[in-house]
Protein backbone atom coordinates (compact mmCIF):
# COMPACT_ATOMS: atom_id res chain seq x y z
CA UNK A 1 0.00 0.00 0.00
CA UNK A 2 2.90 2.67 0.50
CA UNK A 3 4.16 1.98 -3.32
CA UNK A 4 0.61 2.72 -4.58
CA UNK A 5 0.78 5.48 -2.35
CA UNK A 6 4.13 6.49 -3.53
CA UNK A 7 3.04 5.93 -6.72
CA UNK A 8 -0.20 7.98 -6.53
CA UNK A 9 1.97 10.67 -4.46
CA UNK A 10 4.37 10.55 -7.56
CA UNK A 11 1.16 10.88 -10.06
CA UNK A 12 0.21 13.48 -7.82
CA UNK A 13 2.61 15.47 -8.08
CA UNK A 14 3.70 14.96 -11.53
CA UNK A 15 -0.09 16.11 -12.31
CA UNK A 16 0.62 18.93 -9.48
CA UNK A 17 3.57 19.61 -11.57
CA UNK A 18 1.62 19.81 -15.02
CA UNK A 19 -0.62 22.17 -13.25
CA UNK A 20 1.20 24.67 -11.91
CA UNK A 21 4.34 24.63 -14.85
CA UNK A 22 3.53 26.91 -17.77
CA UNK A 23 2.80 24.91 -20.88
CA UNK A 24 1.55 26.51 -24.11
CA UNK A 25 -1.06 23.83 -25.28
CA UNK A 26 -2.74 24.24 -28.41
CA UNK A 27 -5.94 26.37 -28.36
CA UNK A 28 -8.79 24.12 -28.09
CA UNK A 29 -11.38 24.81 -30.74
CA UNK A 30 -14.62 24.59 -29.93
CA UNK A 31 -17.26 24.81 -33.32
CA UNK A 32 -20.05 27.28 -32.18
CA UNK A 33 -22.86 24.95 -32.07
CA UNK A 34 -25.80 27.33 -32.92
CA UNK A 35 -23.81 29.37 -35.74
CA UNK A 36 -23.63 26.30 -37.60
CA UNK A 37 -27.30 24.56 -36.79
CA UNK A 38 -28.45 28.00 -38.39
CA UNK A 39 -26.58 28.49 -41.27
CA UNK A 40 -27.19 24.42 -42.36
CA UNK A 41 -30.49 25.86 -42.63
CA UNK A 42 -29.66 28.27 -45.12
CA UNK A 43 -27.65 28.57 -48.31
CA UNK A 44 -26.87 31.22 -49.93
CA UNK A 45 -28.52 30.33 -53.34
CA UNK A 46 -28.04 34.21 -55.25
CA UNK A 47 -27.32 37.52 -55.39
CA UNK A 48 -29.31 39.63 -56.34
CA UNK A 49 -27.01 42.48 -56.72
CA UNK A 50 -24.42 41.62 -59.36
CA UNK A 51 -20.86 42.42 -58.54
CA UNK A 52 -20.27 45.70 -59.70
CA UNK A 53 -17.27 46.57 -61.69
CA UNK A 54 -16.06 50.06 -61.01
CA UNK A 55 -13.47 51.60 -63.06
CA UNK A 56 -12.65 55.67 -63.64
CA UNK A 57 -13.94 56.44 -67.19
CA UNK A 58 -14.41 60.51 -67.05
CA UNK A 59 -14.28 62.68 -64.04
CA UNK A 60 -17.44 65.57 -64.86
CA UNK A 61 -15.99 68.51 -63.16
CA UNK A 62 -17.18 71.68 -63.47
CA UNK A 63 -15.47 73.97 -66.06
CA UNK A 64 -17.05 77.50 -65.47
CA UNK A 65 -16.50 80.65 -67.47
CA UNK A 66 -17.51 84.38 -66.97
CA UNK A 67 -19.63 85.03 -69.80
CA UNK A 68 -20.82 88.35 -69.03
CA UNK A 69 -20.76 90.71 -65.70
CA UNK A 70 -24.10 92.65 -65.00
CA UNK A 71 -23.19 95.61 -63.14
CA UNK A 72 -24.80 98.89 -62.95
CA UNK A 73 -24.19 100.89 -66.13
CA UNK A 74 -20.83 99.58 -67.09
CA UNK A 75 -19.73 97.26 -69.82
CA UNK A 76 -17.49 94.54 -68.79
CA UNK A 77 -16.24 93.13 -72.13
CA UNK A 78 -16.77 88.96 -72.35
CA UNK A 79 -14.08 87.22 -71.91
CA UNK A 80 -12.73 86.20 -75.45
CA UNK A 81 -14.63 82.46 -75.66
CA UNK A 82 -12.24 81.62 -78.43
CA UNK A 83 -8.96 81.35 -76.57
CA UNK A 84 -10.89 78.87 -73.99
CA UNK A 85 -12.99 75.93 -75.47
CA UNK A 86 -10.96 72.99 -76.52
CA UNK A 87 -12.22 72.27 -79.82
CA UNK A 88 -11.89 69.44 -82.44
CA UNK A 89 -11.22 70.77 -85.81
CA UNK A 90 -11.64 68.24 -87.82
CA UNK A 91 -14.98 67.39 -86.62
CA UNK A 92 -15.95 70.83 -86.65
CA UNK A 93 -14.66 71.25 -90.18
CA UNK A 94 -16.72 68.05 -91.46
CA UNK A 95 -19.50 70.02 -89.42
CA UNK A 96 -19.30 72.78 -91.56
CA UNK A 97 -18.83 71.27 -94.77
CA UNK A 98 -22.03 69.08 -94.49
CA UNK A 99 -24.04 72.15 -93.74
CA UNK A 100 -22.50 74.82 -95.66
CA UNK A 101 -24.58 73.92 -98.83
CA UNK A 102 -28.01 73.51 -96.69
CA UNK A 103 -27.36 77.28 -95.37
CA UNK A 104 -26.22 78.92 -98.43
CA UNK A 105 -29.42 77.46 -100.21
CA UNK A 106 -31.69 78.94 -98.05
CA UNK A 107 -30.13 82.14 -97.15
CA UNK A 108 -30.50 82.46 -100.67
CA UNK A 109 -33.95 81.92 -100.81
CA UNK A 110 -34.57 84.36 -98.11
CA UNK A 111 -33.51 86.71 -99.84
CA UNK A 112 -35.63 86.19 -103.30
CA UNK A 113 -38.36 85.01 -101.14
CA UNK A 114 -42.04 87.02 -101.76
CA UNK A 115 -43.16 84.79 -99.06
CA UNK A 116 -43.89 86.70 -96.69
CA UNK A 117 -44.60 90.09 -98.11
CA UNK A 118 -47.26 91.59 -96.43
CA UNK A 119 -47.58 88.89 -93.97
CA UNK A 120 -48.00 90.63 -90.34
CA UNK A 121 -48.82 89.03 -87.34
CA UNK A 122 -50.30 91.06 -84.32
CA UNK A 123 -49.03 89.95 -80.29
CA UNK A 124 -51.56 92.67 -78.93
CA UNK A 125 -55.19 93.31 -78.93
CA UNK A 126 -55.85 95.83 -82.27
CA UNK A 127 -57.37 99.22 -80.66
CA UNK A 128 -58.78 100.73 -83.43
CA UNK A 129 -59.54 104.18 -82.41
CA UNK A 130 -57.41 107.07 -80.15
CA UNK A 131 -59.37 107.29 -76.67
CA UNK A 132 -58.86 110.11 -74.02
CA UNK A 133 -58.21 107.85 -70.89
CA UNK A 134 -58.02 110.03 -68.22
CA UNK A 135 -59.00 114.31 -68.06
CA UNK A 136 -56.83 115.26 -65.70
CA UNK A 137 -56.92 118.92 -64.16
CA UNK A 138 -56.15 120.59 -60.47
CA UNK A 139 -59.46 122.68 -59.83
CA UNK A 140 -57.64 125.48 -58.07
CA UNK A 141 -55.38 126.02 -60.94
CA UNK A 142 -58.37 126.47 -63.26
CA UNK A 143 -59.72 128.92 -60.96
CA UNK A 144 -57.38 130.99 -61.42
CA UNK A 145 -57.09 130.85 -65.14
CA UNK A 146 -53.75 128.99 -65.18
CA UNK A 147 -52.58 127.19 -68.35
CA UNK A 148 -50.98 124.33 -68.44
CA UNK A 149 -47.43 125.00 -69.78
CA UNK A 150 -45.69 121.59 -69.55
CA UNK A 151 -46.16 117.92 -68.85
CA UNK A 152 -44.05 115.24 -68.20
CA UNK A 153 -43.46 111.04 -67.73
CA UNK A 154 -41.79 109.96 -65.17
CA UNK A 155 -39.22 107.13 -65.84
CA UNK A 156 -41.03 104.25 -65.04
CA UNK A 157 -44.07 105.55 -67.25
CA UNK A 158 -46.68 105.58 -64.62
CA UNK A 159 -46.53 109.36 -63.17
CA UNK A 160 -47.66 112.30 -65.41
CA UNK A 161 -46.54 115.82 -64.11
CA UNK A 162 -47.74 119.04 -65.15
CA UNK A 163 -46.98 122.75 -64.57
CA UNK A 164 -49.21 125.61 -64.45
CA UNK A 165 -48.58 129.20 -65.42
CA UNK A 166 -49.07 131.36 -67.82
CA UNK A 167 -48.31 131.34 -71.35
CA UNK A 168 -49.55 134.09 -72.34
CA UNK A 169 -48.39 137.15 -69.97
CA UNK A 170 -45.79 139.55 -71.43
CA UNK A 171 -45.49 141.03 -68.28
CA UNK A 172 -43.34 139.93 -65.13
CA UNK A 173 -45.35 137.61 -63.89
CA UNK A 174 -45.31 137.34 -60.02
CA UNK A 175 -48.60 134.66 -59.25
CA UNK A 176 -47.77 132.10 -57.96
CA UNK A 177 -48.54 128.52 -59.86
CA UNK A 178 -48.31 124.56 -59.31
CA UNK A 179 -46.69 121.82 -59.93
CA UNK A 180 -48.88 118.63 -59.76
CA UNK A 181 -48.25 114.88 -60.34
CA UNK A 182 -50.88 112.13 -60.93
CA UNK A 183 -49.80 108.36 -60.59
CA UNK A 184 -52.27 106.87 -63.46
CA UNK A 185 -51.21 102.97 -61.99
CA UNK A 186 -52.83 103.66 -58.77
CA UNK A 187 -56.17 102.46 -57.89
CA UNK A 188 -59.44 105.34 -56.86
CA UNK A 189 -57.24 107.94 -58.73
CA UNK A 190 -59.27 111.20 -58.60
CA UNK A 191 -58.87 113.39 -61.93
CA UNK A 192 -59.75 116.56 -60.08
CA UNK A 193 -56.66 115.70 -57.01
CA UNK A 194 -53.39 115.71 -57.89
CA UNK A 195 -51.56 113.09 -55.66
CA UNK A 196 -49.38 115.91 -55.20
CA UNK A 197 -49.14 119.57 -55.48
CA UNK A 198 -46.46 121.99 -55.03
CA UNK A 199 -47.04 125.65 -54.34
CA UNK A 200 -44.18 127.12 -56.55
CA UNK A 201 -43.64 131.32 -55.84
CA UNK A 202 -43.12 132.02 -59.24
CA UNK A 203 -44.74 130.66 -62.85
CA UNK A 204 -43.20 127.50 -63.88
CA UNK A 205 -42.38 126.84 -67.52
CA UNK A 206 -40.85 124.02 -67.88
CA UNK A 207 -40.88 120.21 -66.54
CA UNK A 208 -38.54 117.73 -66.59
CA UNK A 209 -39.17 114.08 -64.93
CA UNK A 210 -35.46 113.07 -64.45
CA UNK A 211 -34.65 109.73 -66.77
CA UNK A 212 -33.75 106.93 -64.29
CA UNK A 213 -35.18 107.99 -60.54
CA UNK A 214 -38.91 108.24 -60.68
CA UNK A 215 -39.16 111.27 -57.81
CA UNK A 216 -36.71 114.06 -59.12
CA UNK A 217 -38.37 116.25 -61.06
CA UNK A 218 -37.29 119.36 -62.42
CA UNK A 219 -38.71 122.96 -63.14
CA UNK A 220 -37.71 125.92 -64.97
CA UNK A 221 -39.25 128.67 -63.69
CA UNK A 222 -40.81 132.50 -64.92
CA UNK A 223 -37.81 134.44 -62.82
CA UNK A 224 -35.29 132.42 -64.61
CA UNK A 225 -34.83 130.13 -61.62
CA UNK A 226 -34.23 126.24 -62.04
CA UNK A 227 -36.06 124.09 -59.25
CA UNK A 228 -35.37 120.28 -58.46
CA UNK A 229 -38.48 118.77 -56.69
CA UNK A 230 -38.27 115.75 -55.00
CA UNK A 231 -41.84 114.09 -54.94
CA UNK A 232 -40.46 111.23 -52.13
CA UNK A 233 -40.54 113.95 -49.96
CA UNK A 234 -43.68 114.90 -48.52
CA UNK A 235 -42.36 117.78 -45.85
CA UNK A 236 -40.63 120.17 -48.07
CA UNK A 237 -39.97 118.64 -51.99
CA UNK A 238 -37.41 121.40 -52.83
CA UNK A 239 -34.34 119.33 -53.34
CA UNK A 240 -31.85 121.63 -55.12
CA UNK A 241 -32.24 125.29 -56.53
CA UNK A 242 -30.31 128.19 -58.54
CA UNK A 243 -31.40 130.48 -56.53
CA UNK A 244 -30.94 134.29 -58.23
CA UNK A 245 -27.36 134.36 -58.61
CA UNK A 246 -25.17 136.64 -61.67
CA UNK A 247 -25.54 133.49 -63.19
CA UNK A 248 -29.02 132.41 -63.21
CA UNK A 249 -31.29 133.42 -66.39
CA UNK A 250 -32.46 137.13 -67.04
CA UNK A 251 -35.52 136.02 -68.87
CA UNK A 252 -38.01 132.70 -68.40
CA UNK A 253 -36.33 129.53 -68.95
CA UNK A 254 -38.69 127.70 -71.78
CA UNK A 255 -37.15 124.39 -71.65
CA UNK A 256 -35.04 122.10 -69.05
CA UNK A 257 -33.11 118.38 -69.94
CA UNK A 258 -31.41 116.19 -67.87
CA UNK A 259 -28.00 115.66 -69.35
CA UNK A 260 -26.09 112.19 -68.24
CA UNK A 261 -22.72 114.15 -66.46
CA UNK A 262 -19.94 112.91 -68.53
CA UNK A 263 -17.56 113.02 -65.19
CA UNK A 264 -19.89 111.42 -62.71
CA UNK A 265 -21.92 107.98 -63.89
CA UNK A 266 -25.26 108.13 -62.30
CA UNK A 267 -25.17 111.87 -61.93
CA UNK A 268 -27.15 113.69 -64.20
CA UNK A 269 -26.86 117.34 -64.93
CA UNK A 270 -29.29 119.90 -65.78
CA UNK A 271 -29.69 121.91 -69.32
CA UNK A 272 -31.73 125.23 -69.00
CA UNK A 273 -32.55 127.36 -72.16
CA UNK A 274 -33.91 130.95 -71.94
CA UNK A 275 -35.03 133.52 -74.04
CA UNK A 276 -31.95 135.44 -72.86
CA UNK A 277 -29.89 133.25 -75.41
CA UNK A 278 -27.94 131.48 -72.84
CA UNK A 279 -27.87 127.33 -72.46
CA UNK A 280 -26.70 127.05 -69.26
CA UNK A 281 -25.73 123.34 -67.90
CA UNK A 282 -25.90 123.28 -64.14
CA UNK A 283 -24.63 120.68 -61.18
CA UNK A 284 -25.58 119.85 -57.98
CA UNK A 285 -23.52 120.99 -54.85
CA UNK A 286 -24.10 119.64 -51.89
CA UNK A 287 -26.00 122.36 -49.82
CA UNK A 288 -28.94 121.95 -52.34
CA UNK A 289 -27.86 124.52 -54.87
CA UNK A 290 -27.20 124.18 -58.21
CA UNK A 291 -23.78 125.52 -59.88
CA UNK A 292 -23.21 126.55 -63.16
CA UNK A 293 -21.15 123.54 -64.47
CA UNK A 294 -20.64 125.00 -68.09
CA UNK A 295 -22.61 127.60 -70.57
CA UNK A 296 -23.06 128.26 -74.06
CA UNK A 297 -24.53 131.85 -75.45
CA UNK A 298 -26.13 132.39 -78.74
CA UNK A 299 -25.33 135.56 -79.88
CA UNK A 300 -26.84 136.87 -83.69
CA UNK A 301 -23.30 137.94 -84.51
CA UNK A 302 -21.80 134.43 -84.05
CA UNK A 303 -24.31 132.50 -86.00
CA UNK A 304 -22.68 131.42 -89.14
CA UNK A 305 -24.12 133.22 -92.45
CA UNK A 306 -25.23 131.00 -94.96
CA UNK A 307 -26.31 132.73 -98.12
CA UNK A 308 -29.70 131.90 -98.20
CA UNK A 309 -30.46 133.79 -95.01
CA UNK A 310 -28.90 137.21 -95.87
CA UNK A 311 -32.82 138.91 -96.17
CA UNK A 312 -32.44 138.46 -91.86
CA UNK A 313 -30.61 141.23 -90.71
CA UNK A 314 -28.78 139.97 -87.46
CA UNK A 315 -27.77 142.99 -85.17
CA UNK A 316 -25.46 142.41 -82.39
CA UNK A 317 -27.99 141.10 -80.28
CA UNK A 318 -29.00 137.96 -78.00
CA UNK A 319 -30.85 135.56 -80.00
CA UNK A 320 -33.83 134.10 -77.39
CA UNK A 321 -33.47 130.33 -77.41
CA UNK A 322 -36.82 128.79 -77.00
CA UNK A 323 -36.18 124.83 -77.27
CA UNK A 324 -33.75 122.38 -77.20
CA UNK A 325 -32.94 118.79 -77.87
CA UNK A 326 -30.07 116.53 -77.99
CA UNK A 327 -29.19 114.03 -80.39
CA UNK A 328 -29.91 110.49 -78.90
CA UNK A 329 -26.69 109.25 -80.94
CA UNK A 330 -24.05 111.72 -80.71
CA UNK A 331 -24.59 113.25 -76.87
CA UNK A 332 -22.49 116.56 -78.23
CA UNK A 333 -24.76 117.42 -80.79
CA UNK A 334 -27.65 119.14 -80.00
CA UNK A 335 -30.17 121.41 -82.37
CA UNK A 336 -31.90 124.59 -80.69
CA UNK A 337 -34.99 126.70 -81.55
CA UNK A 338 -34.50 130.29 -81.81
CA UNK A 339 -37.02 133.28 -81.39
CA UNK A 340 -35.73 134.41 -84.76
CA UNK A 341 -37.31 131.30 -86.48
CA UNK A 342 -34.40 129.44 -87.52
CA UNK A 343 -33.03 126.09 -85.86
CA UNK A 344 -29.25 126.29 -85.16
CA UNK A 345 -27.01 122.89 -85.29
CA UNK A 346 -24.90 123.06 -82.54
CA UNK A 347 -21.99 121.23 -80.34
CA UNK A 348 -20.72 121.33 -77.03
CA UNK A 349 -17.24 120.70 -78.20
CA UNK A 350 -16.69 124.24 -78.68
CA UNK A 351 -14.05 126.50 -78.44
CA UNK A 352 -15.45 129.87 -79.39
CA UNK A 353 -16.23 132.14 -76.20
CA UNK A 354 -19.54 134.12 -76.74
CA UNK A 355 -19.36 137.71 -77.09
CA UNK A 356 -20.99 140.07 -74.63
CA UNK A 357 -21.72 137.61 -72.26
CA UNK A 358 -19.26 138.58 -69.19
CA UNK A 359 -20.23 138.60 -65.40
CA UNK A 360 -20.78 134.34 -65.41
CA UNK A 361 -18.74 132.43 -63.20
CA UNK A 362 -18.08 130.08 -65.95
CA UNK A 363 -17.01 131.38 -69.32
CA UNK A 364 -19.86 130.86 -71.80
CA UNK A 365 -18.89 129.06 -74.96
CA UNK A 366 -20.74 130.17 -78.69
CA UNK A 367 -21.87 126.94 -80.18
CA UNK A 368 -24.07 127.19 -83.26
CA UNK A 369 -22.75 125.49 -86.53
CA UNK A 370 -24.91 125.67 -88.85
CA UNK A 371 -27.95 127.88 -89.71
CA UNK A 372 -31.09 125.95 -90.91
CA UNK A 373 -33.78 127.71 -93.19
CA UNK A 374 -36.00 129.75 -90.90
CA UNK A 375 -39.86 129.29 -90.54
CA UNK A 376 -42.24 132.08 -90.60
CA UNK A 377 -42.18 133.01 -87.19
CA UNK A 378 -40.50 132.18 -83.66
CA UNK A 379 -39.71 128.46 -83.53
CA UNK A 380 -41.56 127.03 -80.45
CA UNK A 381 -40.19 123.22 -80.14
CA UNK A 382 -37.41 120.63 -81.99
CA UNK A 383 -37.39 117.72 -81.83
CA UNK A 384 -34.70 114.62 -82.43
CA UNK A 385 -35.37 111.46 -84.01
CA UNK A 386 -34.78 108.45 -81.68
CA UNK A 387 -34.28 106.46 -84.62
CA UNK A 388 -32.14 107.80 -87.71
CA UNK A 389 -28.52 108.05 -87.12
CA UNK A 390 -27.76 110.82 -89.37
CA UNK A 391 -30.42 112.86 -87.33
CA UNK A 392 -33.33 113.79 -88.51
CA UNK A 393 -35.11 116.59 -86.40
CA UNK A 394 -38.38 118.40 -86.51
CA UNK A 395 -39.13 122.00 -85.85
CA UNK A 396 -42.08 123.68 -85.66
CA UNK A 397 -43.86 127.40 -85.20
CA UNK A 398 -46.11 130.05 -85.29
CA UNK A 399 -46.02 129.85 -88.89
CA UNK A 400 -47.87 126.53 -88.57
CA UNK A 401 -45.40 124.45 -89.91
CA UNK A 402 -43.52 121.59 -89.35
CA UNK A 403 -40.27 121.02 -90.60
CA UNK A 404 -38.31 117.88 -91.17
CA UNK A 405 -34.38 118.28 -91.50
CA UNK A 406 -31.85 116.57 -91.74
CA UNK A 407 -28.56 117.87 -89.35
CA UNK A 408 -26.45 117.89 -93.19
CA UNK A 409 -28.68 120.19 -95.34
CA UNK A 410 -30.09 123.40 -94.40
CA UNK A 411 -33.21 123.29 -96.74
CA UNK A 412 -35.61 121.54 -95.01
CA UNK A 413 -36.56 117.80 -96.37
CA UNK A 414 -40.32 118.30 -95.73
CA UNK A 415 -41.84 121.24 -95.00
CA UNK A 416 -45.87 121.01 -94.12
CA UNK A 417 -48.03 123.09 -93.60
CA UNK A 418 -50.11 121.49 -90.70
CA UNK A 419 -52.66 123.76 -90.10
CA UNK A 420 -53.37 127.42 -89.99
CA UNK A 421 -52.72 128.03 -86.17
CA UNK A 422 -49.58 128.21 -84.30
CA UNK A 423 -47.87 125.29 -83.31
CA UNK A 424 -46.92 124.91 -79.85
CA UNK A 425 -45.11 121.38 -79.74
CA UNK A 426 -43.62 118.53 -81.37
CA UNK A 427 -42.19 115.27 -80.66
CA UNK A 428 -41.09 112.08 -82.50
CA UNK A 429 -42.78 109.44 -81.94
CA UNK A 430 -40.40 106.71 -79.62
CA UNK A 431 -41.79 103.27 -81.15
CA UNK A 432 -42.46 104.02 -84.67
CA UNK A 433 -40.10 106.30 -86.60
CA UNK A 434 -42.31 107.61 -89.01
CA UNK A 435 -45.02 109.33 -87.08
CA UNK A 436 -44.68 112.34 -84.95
CA UNK A 437 -47.25 114.44 -83.13
CA UNK A 438 -47.37 118.22 -83.73
CA UNK A 439 -49.73 119.83 -80.55
CA UNK A 440 -51.74 123.40 -81.92
CA UNK A 441 -53.96 126.11 -81.17
CA UNK A 442 -54.84 129.80 -81.14
CA UNK A 443 -53.87 131.89 -83.95
CA UNK A 444 -56.07 134.88 -85.43
CA UNK A 445 -57.70 133.30 -88.59
CA UNK A 446 -60.62 134.58 -89.88
CA UNK A 447 -61.23 137.23 -87.61
CA UNK A 448 -62.06 134.31 -84.86
CA UNK A 449 -59.08 134.49 -82.30
CA UNK A 450 -59.31 131.24 -80.49
CA UNK A 451 -60.20 127.83 -81.94
CA UNK A 452 -60.06 124.14 -80.78
CA UNK A 453 -56.85 123.37 -80.06
CA UNK A 454 -55.80 120.30 -81.95
CA UNK A 455 -53.10 117.36 -81.30
CA UNK A 456 -51.85 116.23 -84.73
CA UNK A 457 -50.63 112.70 -85.35
CA UNK A 458 -49.09 112.36 -88.57
CA UNK A 459 -47.87 109.21 -89.86
CA UNK A 460 -45.65 108.93 -92.72
CA UNK A 461 -46.18 105.79 -94.00
CA UNK A 462 -49.38 106.75 -94.99
CA UNK A 463 -49.49 110.35 -95.99
CA UNK A 464 -47.17 112.89 -96.35
CA UNK A 465 -49.78 115.64 -96.41
CA UNK A 466 -52.71 114.90 -94.34
CA UNK A 467 -52.39 114.09 -90.41
CA UNK A 468 -53.58 110.66 -89.89
CA UNK A 469 -55.19 111.48 -86.69
CA UNK A 470 -56.22 114.79 -85.67
CA UNK A 471 -57.65 114.47 -82.01
CA UNK A 472 -59.63 117.53 -80.41
CA UNK A 473 -58.30 118.05 -76.59
CA UNK A 474 -61.35 120.42 -76.17
CA UNK A 475 -64.53 121.49 -77.24
CA UNK A 476 -64.23 124.77 -75.55
CA UNK A 477 -61.34 126.04 -77.80
CA UNK A 478 -58.14 126.46 -75.65
CA UNK A 479 -54.96 125.94 -77.37
CA UNK A 480 -52.95 123.11 -76.29
CA UNK A 481 -49.38 123.73 -75.34
CA UNK A 482 -47.44 120.79 -74.49
CA UNK A 483 -47.71 117.37 -75.22
CA UNK A 484 -45.57 114.26 -73.73
CA UNK A 485 -45.55 110.66 -75.15
CA UNK A 486 -44.86 107.97 -72.54
CA UNK A 487 -41.65 105.59 -73.30
CA UNK A 488 -42.63 102.86 -71.00
CA UNK A 489 -45.82 102.62 -71.79
CA UNK A 490 -46.21 103.51 -75.88
CA UNK A 491 -49.64 103.75 -76.16
CA UNK A 492 -50.22 107.12 -74.12
CA UNK A 493 -49.91 110.46 -75.23
CA UNK A 494 -50.22 113.37 -72.77
CA UNK A 495 -51.75 116.83 -74.00
CA UNK A 496 -51.63 119.83 -71.56
CA UNK A 497 -54.00 122.71 -72.58
CA UNK A 498 -54.70 126.46 -71.58
CA UNK A 499 -58.07 125.27 -70.27
CA UNK A 500 -55.90 124.12 -67.17
CA UNK A 501 -56.77 120.09 -68.23
CA UNK A 502 -54.30 117.40 -69.14
CA UNK A 503 -55.61 114.66 -71.27
CA UNK A 504 -54.38 111.61 -71.39
CA UNK A 505 -54.64 109.91 -74.47
CA UNK A 506 -54.06 106.20 -75.50
CA UNK A 507 -53.38 105.66 -78.99
CA UNK A 508 -54.49 102.89 -81.47
CA UNK A 509 -52.41 100.31 -82.16
CA UNK A 510 -51.32 101.58 -84.99
CA UNK A 511 -49.26 104.33 -83.59
CA UNK A 512 -47.28 101.96 -81.34
CA UNK A 513 -46.21 98.91 -83.67
CA UNK A 514 -43.22 99.58 -85.68
CA UNK A 515 -44.32 98.25 -89.10
CA UNK A 516 -41.53 95.44 -90.73
CA UNK A 517 -40.33 98.12 -93.40
CA UNK A 518 -40.17 101.54 -91.42
CA UNK A 519 -36.65 102.25 -90.38
CA UNK A 520 -36.32 101.41 -94.27
CA UNK A 521 -38.79 104.35 -95.18
CA UNK A 522 -37.29 106.71 -92.79
CA UNK A 523 -33.91 106.19 -94.46
CA UNK A 524 -35.52 106.45 -98.07
CA UNK A 525 -37.50 110.14 -96.52
CA UNK A 526 -33.74 111.11 -94.83
CA UNK A 527 -31.64 110.30 -98.08
CA UNK A 528 -34.05 112.63 -100.70
CA UNK A 529 -32.80 116.11 -101.42
CA UNK A 530 -35.40 119.00 -101.83
CA UNK B 1 -23.94 76.19 -76.31
CA UNK B 2 -20.89 76.96 -76.04
CA UNK B 3 -19.64 80.09 -78.96
CA UNK B 4 -16.77 78.64 -81.02
CA UNK B 5 -16.26 80.95 -83.84
CA UNK B 6 -18.51 84.34 -84.46
CA UNK B 7 -18.97 87.62 -86.36
CA UNK B 8 -20.74 89.50 -83.98
CA UNK B 9 -19.67 90.92 -80.87
CA UNK B 10 -18.96 88.79 -78.26
CA UNK B 11 -22.20 89.54 -75.69
CA UNK B 12 -24.69 89.12 -78.63
CA UNK B 13 -22.80 85.72 -79.55
CA UNK B 14 -22.79 84.54 -76.26
CA UNK B 15 -26.98 85.26 -75.89
CA UNK B 16 -28.16 83.58 -79.20
CA UNK B 17 -26.16 80.70 -78.67
CA UNK B 18 -27.48 80.17 -75.51
CA UNK B 19 -31.06 80.99 -75.93
CA UNK B 20 -30.93 78.77 -79.54
CA UNK B 21 -29.30 76.39 -77.61
CA UNK B 22 -32.35 75.84 -75.92
CA UNK B 23 -34.46 76.42 -77.94
CA UNK B 24 -33.41 73.87 -80.46
CA UNK B 25 -33.25 71.35 -78.13
CA UNK B 26 -36.93 72.30 -77.67
CA UNK B 27 -38.12 71.74 -81.25
CA UNK B 28 -36.15 68.76 -81.50
CA UNK B 29 -37.92 67.02 -78.83
CA UNK B 30 -41.45 68.35 -79.88
CA UNK B 31 -40.63 66.56 -83.47
CA UNK B 32 -39.43 63.32 -81.93
CA UNK B 33 -42.35 63.35 -79.68
CA UNK B 34 -44.52 63.47 -82.54
CA UNK B 35 -43.09 61.10 -84.41
CA UNK B 36 -39.77 58.81 -82.40
CA UNK B 37 -38.30 58.18 -86.25
CA UNK B 38 -38.14 61.75 -86.98
CA UNK B 39 -35.31 64.12 -86.13
CA UNK B 40 -34.77 67.54 -87.40
CA UNK B 41 -32.55 69.14 -89.67
CA UNK B 42 -33.17 72.47 -89.68
CA UNK B 43 -35.01 75.66 -87.74
CA UNK B 44 -35.72 79.06 -88.78
CA UNK B 45 -37.33 81.93 -87.17
CA UNK B 46 -39.00 84.26 -88.92
CA UNK B 47 -39.63 87.89 -86.98
CA UNK B 48 -40.44 91.40 -88.13
CA UNK B 49 -36.80 92.79 -88.35
CA UNK B 50 -35.01 89.41 -89.27
CA UNK B 51 -34.80 85.36 -89.39
CA UNK B 52 -32.67 83.49 -87.52
CA UNK B 53 -31.40 80.13 -89.06
CA UNK B 54 -30.37 77.55 -87.23
CA UNK B 55 -28.38 74.11 -88.59
CA UNK B 56 -28.13 71.73 -85.52
CA UNK B 57 -25.90 68.39 -85.38
CA UNK B 58 -24.86 66.29 -83.00
CA UNK B 59 -22.15 68.67 -81.53
CA UNK B 60 -22.18 71.44 -83.38
CA UNK B 61 -24.51 74.07 -84.29
CA UNK B 62 -24.41 76.54 -86.54
CA UNK B 63 -26.72 80.38 -86.40
CA UNK B 64 -26.60 82.41 -89.29
CA UNK B 65 -29.23 85.88 -88.61
CA UNK B 66 -30.04 87.49 -92.10
CA UNK B 67 -31.84 90.84 -92.60
CA UNK B 68 -35.40 90.38 -94.22
CA UNK B 69 -36.14 93.99 -95.03
CA UNK B 70 -35.13 94.84 -98.06
Excluded at chain 1, 323 to 352: H, I, M, N, Y
Aim: glycine share 6%.
Amino acid sequence: RGRGCRRSSRAAAAAAAAMFADSAGPAADVQSVWRSARSAGCKAKSCQTGTISTADVAVQSHISRDAGVQTDQSKDDVQDFQQEVEVDYSSLLSFLQRVENVVIKELNKNWKSRAFDGFEVSWTDQNETVLCLHTLSYPEAQDQKLQVTSVSWNATGSVVACSYGRLDDGDWSTESSYVCTWNLDRRGLNPQRPDLVVDVPSSVMCLAFHPSQPSLIAGGLFSGELVVWDTSRAEDPVVWRTGMTDDTHTDPVYQVNWLPDAQRRNHCQLLSVSTDGKILVWREERDGRLVLGEGFAIVAQQIPRSAQLKKFAWREAAVGVTSLSFSPFDPRVFVVGVEGGCSLKCSTATQTPALQHTGTSVPLMAPAELVFAPHGGPVYSVSCSPFHRQNLFLSCGTDGRVHVHSMLQTQPLVSLQLSKKYLFCVRWSPVRPLVFAAASGEGNCNNCFWFAGDVHLLDFERSWQKPAVSIKQSAAGSPVYCLEFNTKQTQLLAAGDAAGTIKVWQLSSDFTEQGPREMNHLEQLASETT
Amino acid sequence: GTPIRSTMDNTTTVRYAALLHQLTRHARSTVRDIDPQNDITFLRIRSKKDEIMVAPDKDHALIVVQNTSD
